[in-house]
C-alpha cells in the first residue's frame, strides 16, 4: 500500500509540474494536454535521465533521477510565467493566470481526470496483488532488463544475461520502471507489478482525453459548459473499449464449456478452427471455464494454415488480455506513449501548431516548438517499441497531411507535403536518441510473403467484433442517416491502388527472399506439398478466394472512411487564421475576442470527424498489410507481425469506436436508438465476459496463495528460502559477473541475474538470439558453465573463471539438479561468502 501511494504521489505530482508545459504544446485540444501531462512528463523526464546518463553527464543513481527532473522543471516554470514564449499564432495574457482560469472553468473535467486515473491504477494493482508472480512467460526477462537497468553505473545498461554486453533491446520503457523505482525505493519485482497498474492508468486517462478531445466542440471558450459536462461522461467509453471490452473467446468458452453447438464430427467448434475450442468439451458440462489456463486461448484465436490444413498459432494480444498476463513488454509499455502520438496528431491537424519551420531546407507549415516536441515524441516510440515507430510516424504525417488538405484542398501536392514533413521529422527523431542506435542490433531482415496464409474472416471477427460492430454501425448510420458526403471513386480506386502494391510486394519479397536463400522455394514447395510454383500459386489463389471474408471485412472498414475523407471540405480563407486559435477558458476567450475574429464555425466543429476516419483508416492497413507481407525473424511466419499490428490496430480502431457509439446514441431516433441500445448491450455482454471471468480465475477466486502483495520475491521466500536468502545477500555484495546454471528460455533459469541485476556469463540463450540476430556473441558460453561445474580440474575451471572475468559462483538446487557439480574445486581454491542450506556462494579472489 505504501508503495501504491508513493507511485500515485509522485505520478499525480509529475502531472501537475508538467501540465503548464502541456498546456502550451497543446494550444488546439479542448482539455490543453491535462489528460496527457503525466505520460508527457514521464516521458520528457525519462529522456533528459536516459541521454544524460548515457553522455556520461550524471550517475544513474537517485541524484541523477533528481537532476534530470530539472529541465523539465524549467520548461514548465518558462511556460507559466513567460507570456512571451509563443507556441503558436495566436496572442495570450498572462500565463499563469490563463492557466489558473481554464483549472476554474474545467474544474469538472480535472476532478473527472483525477479519478479516473486514480480508480484504473488502484483497480490494476489489486489485480497484480492478487497475482503478483513474475516467473512465467516474459516476465523474468522483464524484470531482469528492470534489475539491470537499476544495477548499471552508467548507460547503456548491462545485459544481465549476457556479461560483458550491453542490453541490445528497446528498453525505454524499463529506464522509466527502473527510475521510478529508484526514487521510490522499491524493489524491481514490485516496481514490475506498479509499472503494469500505471500503464493501465496513463492509458485510461490519455484514452479518456483523446474521445473527450473528439467530442467537445472547438469553440474559443473550450466549448458550452453543456458540452463539456455531456463529452466528460460520453468519453468514459474510450477506456472501456480500449482496456476492459476484450475479443469474444472468453464468451465462446462458456458456450463450449456448455457443450452448446457441439453435435457431430463437423459442427460449429470444428468449423471454426480455434484450438482447444475444437476438441470435445469434458464431460460434465458446466457453465464455467475450468481449464487450465483457459484464458491464455483468448490470445491465439487466429491460425495459420499450411495447404495440407496444417494450423500453427498466431498471437494476437489485445490490451486487456495484456494486462491482465501482466507481461511488462515494449507493447504494452508504449500504450500511453502511443496515445500521446495520437494527441499530437490531432494537434497538428486542428491548427495547433500551425506556423513555419525551415529545416533541411525546407520549409514546414508547423511551428518550431512543434516539429521538436513531435520528434521527440516519436523517437521515442521508437525507444519504447520499435514496432510503433510506423503507426507513429503514419500518425503524425497523414494528420499533417490531412490539415494541408483541410486547408488547401486535395491534390499531389498533399504527398509532397507528408514527405517535406516526414522525412526530417524521421532523421530528427533518429538524431534525439543516437545512443541507443549505437548498441542496438535485431533479429529483422526485410519482408517475406504471405502466400498461402490470408486470415480467416470468422477468426477476424472472433478478435475484433467488439470493434467491427460499431464501426460498421457508425458507417451505415453516416451513409444512410445523416447522409454525410462521400467521394467513392477516389476511394475505391485508392483502396485498389493498396492491395495491388500489397500483392506487388508479396511477389517482390518472395523473389528477393529467393535471390537471397536459393533452397528456400524448395523449402515452401516441400512446406505446403506442392510440386512446382505453378500449382503453388494456384492452391494459393484458391485458398485466398475460400477465405475472402477477412478482407472483404477489412475493405468494408476501410473504403468508407476513405470516402469520408476524400469528401472532406476544404476550410475557407477567412477561416484558416482562426482556426489555429486555441480553446482558451473563458476569461481568456474574453479578451481574445476583442483582437481576434470569431475562430470557428460550425464547419469548423465538424472537423475532428476526419480525424477519426484517419484512425480508422490507419488501423485497417496495419490488419490488411500481413495478409500480404510479413516482417522476416527467426519465427519464419507471421506470428510477431499479427502480434504488433493487430495490438497496435486494436488501440486504434477503439476511439474511433467509442466515438461512433456515442454519435449513434445521442442521434438515433425510435426503433433505431432502441435497435442501436440493444444490439450495443448484447455486444458488451459478450465482449465483458473475458475480463469478468478471467478475474476471477487468475486471482483464484480473490483468494491468492501469496496473500494480497505487490511483491513477487515473497514467492522465492516461501518456496526455497535459502535460494531467497542468497539473493538477497547478492543484492547487498559488490557488483561482479555471477556463474549460475543456464537452460532454455521460459523458465526457472538466469533467476539469480534476473533477482540481482548483476550480469550472468548466460541466461536464456534463445532470447539472446532474437534481441541479438545472431548466437555469435554467446559463443561457447553454455557448454563453458557445463564445464566450469562438472570439471575436477580447477586449472580448467580457472580459465573459465578468468575468460568470463566471474566473481561469484552460484550453487543452488537448479545448479545441483542441471550439471554433476565437483564442488571441491571450489571449496579448495575460492571463498565460500554465503552458505546455507544447499545453496553455496563462492567468491572468486
Not at 23 to 51: E, I, K, M, N, Q
Not at 220 to 226: E, Q, R, T, V
Not at 452 to 470: D, H, K
Not at 575 to 598: D, H, I, M
Amino acid at each position: 500500500m505504501i508503495a501504491f501511494i508513493t507511485w500515485y504521489l509522485i505520478l499525480t505530482l509529475l502531472g501537475g509540474l508538467t501540465f503548464p508545459l502541456a498546456y502550451r504544446l497543446f494550444p488546439a485540444l479542448v482539455d490543453r494536454g491535462y489528460t496527457l501531462a503525466r505520460a508527457a512528463g514521464l516521458l520528457l523526464w525519462a529522456y533528459v535521465y536516459w541521454l544524460f546518463t548515457s553522455l556520461g553527464l550524471t550517475v544513474n543513481n537517485l541524484g541523477g533521477v533528481l537532476f534530470a527532473l530539472l529541465p523539465l522543471v524549467g520548461a514548465s516554470l518558462y511556460a507559466l510565467f513567460l507570456p512571451q514564449l509563443q507556441l503558436h499564432a495566436a496572442p495570450r495574457p498572462n500565463s499563469a493566470r490563463e492557466i489558473l482560469n481554464w483549472v476554474r472553468e474545467h474544474g469538472g473535467l480535472v476532478l473527472a481526470v483525477e479519478a479516473l486515473f486514480l480508480a484504473a491504477f488502484a483497480l490494476l494493482a489489486l489485480l497484480r496483488a492478487g497475482n503478483p508472480t513474475l516467473d512465467n512467460a516474459e516476465k523474468p526477462m522483464e524484470l531482469m532488463f528492470i534489475n539491470s537497468i537499476l544495477r548499471s553505473p552508467s548507460f547503456p545498461p548491462h545485459d544481465a544475461w549476457l556479461s560483458g554486453y550491453a542490453i541490445s533491446y528497446y528498453y525505454f520503457g524499463y529506464v522509466m520502471t527502473a527510475m521510478l523505482a529508484r526514487l521510490s525505493g522499491v524493489t524491481g519485482s514490485i516496481a514490475h507489478n506498479l509499472m503494469t497498474a500505471l500503464i493501465f492508468a496513463l492509458a485510461a486517462i490519455g484514452s479518456y482525453g483523446l474521445l473527450f478531445n473528439l467530442l467537445v466542440p472547438r469553440r474559443l471558450d473550450g466549448g458550452a459548459a453543456a458540452d463539456r459536462s455531456g463529452a466528460a461522461s460520453a468519453a468514459l467509453l474510450a477506456p472501456l473499449f480500449m482496456l476492459l471490452v476484450s475479443n469474444l473467446e472468453g464468451f465462446l468458452e462458456v458456450l463450449h464449456r456448455r457443450g452448446i453447438l457441439w453435435s457431430g464430427a463437423q459442427n460449429f467448434w470444428t468449423w471454426l478452427g480455434i484450438k482447444e475450442l475444437n476438441e470435445v468439451p469434458a464431460e460434465p458440462l458446466s457453465w464455467m471455464p475450468d481449464r487450465f489456463w483457459w484464458w491464455w486461448r483468448a490470445s491465439r484465436v487466429i491460425s495459420d494454415y499450411s495447404l495440407p490444413g496444417e494450423a500453427r498459432e498466431v498471437i494476437d494480444e489485445f490490451p486487456f488480455f495484456s494486462f491482465l498476463h501482466a507481461d511488462l513488454h515494449p507493447h504494452v509499455l508504449a500504450i500511453p506513449f502511443i496515445l500521446l502520438t495520437v494527441a499530437v496528431g490531432l494537434n497538428i491537424f486542428l491548427g495547433g501548431w500551425r506556423g513555419e519551420t525551415a529545416l533541411y531546407g525546407l520549409r514546414l507549415k508547423i511551428s518550431p516548438p512543434g516539429f521538436a516536441f513531435s520528434a521527440l515524441v516519436l523517437g521515442g516510440i521508437a525507444f519504447l517499441n520499435i514496432w510503433d515507430t510506423l503507426v507513429g510516424a503514419a500518425l503524425i504525417v497523414l494528420a499533417y497531411g490531412l490539415m494541408c488538405a483541410h486547408m488547401q484542398g486535395w491534390s499531389w501536392r498533399r504527398v509532397l507535403d507528408m514527405l517535406a514533413l516526414g522525412v526530417p521529422l524521421s532523421i530528427s527523431a533518429a538524431l534525439l536518441y543516437l545512443p541507443f542506435y549505437f548498441g542496438f542490433s535485431s533479429q529483422a531482415g526485410g519482408l517475406l510473403p504471405n502466400l498461402v496464409s490470408p486470415t480467416r474472416g470468422a477468426q477476424l471477427w472472433v478478435m475484433f467484433a467488439p470493434l467491427f460492430v460499431p464501426l460498421l454501425s457508425y458507417h451505415a448510420y453516416l451513409l444512410r442517416g445523416e447522409r454525410r458526403p462521400a467521394r467513392w471513386r477516389p476511394a475505391l480506386m485508392l483502396a485498389l491502388v493498396l492491395v495491388l502494391l500489397l500483392v506487388a510486394a508479396l511477389f517482390l519479397a518472395g523473389w528477393i527472399g529467393s535471390l537471397r536463400e536459393p533452397n528456400m522455394v524448395a523449402e515452401v514447395l516441400r512446406t505446403h506439398g506442392a510440386t512446382d510454383v505453378g500449382s503453388l500459386l494456384q492452391a494459393a489463389l484458391m485458398r485466398r478466394l475460400t477465405f475472402i471474408g477477412g478482407l472483404l471485412t477489412m475493405l468494408a472498414i476501410l473504403v468508407p472512411a476513405l470516402s469520408f475523407l476524400a469528401a472532406m471540405r476544404t476550410q475557407a480563407p477567412a477561416q484558416a487564421g482562426a482556426a489555429a486559435v486555441p480553446p482558451n477558458a473563458a476569461t481568456a476567450g474574453k479578451r481574445l475576442a476583442a483582437s481576434q475574429p470569431p475562430a470557428v464555425d460550425e464547419s469548423a466543429d465538424d472537423r475532428p470527424i476526419y480525424f477519426v476516419f484517419l484512425l480508422t483508416t490507419i488501423a485497417s492497413l496495419l490488419v490488411i498489410g500481413p495478409e500480404f507481407v510479413f516482417l522476416r525473424d527467426q519465427f519464419g511466419y507471421k506470428l510477431n507481425t499479427i502480434f504488433k499490428f493487430y495490438f497496435q490496430a486494436w488501440l486504434l480502431w477503439s476511439i474511433p469506436a467509442a466515438f461512433g457509439v456515442v454519435m449513434l446514441l445521442r442521434h438515433l431516433r425510435r426503433f433505431a436508438a432502441l435497435a442501436f441500445l440493444s444490439l450495443l448491450i448484447i455486444l458488451l455482454a459478450v465482449s465483458l465476459t473475458y475480463p469478468v471471468l478471467s478475474i476471477v480465475n487468475k486471482t483464484d477466486n480473490f483468494k491468492p496463495f501469496l496473500g494480497w502483495t505487490l511483491d513477487d520475491f515473497r514467492r522465492i521466500e516461501r518456496n526455497d528460502p535459502d535460494e531467497a536468502a542468497a539473493i538477497l545477500w547478492l543484492h547487498s555484495a559488490a557488483d561482479g559477473v555471477v556463474a549460475e546454471a543456464v537452460g532454455g528460455g521460459y523458465s526457472a533459469y538466469g533467476r539469480v541475474s534476473v533477482y540481482t541485476g548483476l550480469p550472468a556469463v548466460l541466461g536464456w540463450p534463445g532470447h539472446e538470439v532474437q534481441w541479438r540476430g545472431s548466437g555469435e556473441p554467446q559463443g561457447s558460453r553454455q557448454e563453458d558453465l557445463k564445464l566450469l561445474y562438472e570439471t575436477p580440474d580447477w586449472e580448467g575451471a580457472r580459465v573459465i573463471l578468468e575468460r568470463y572475468r566471474i566473481r561469484y559462483v552460484f550453487l543452488g538446487g537448479l545448479e545441483r539438479s542441471s550439471y554433476e557439480v565437483q564442488e571441491d574445486k571450489f571449496q579448495n581454491h575460492l571463498g565460500l561468502v554465503f552458505q546455507r542450506g544447499a545453496v553455496s556462494i563462492y567468491e572468486v579472489p
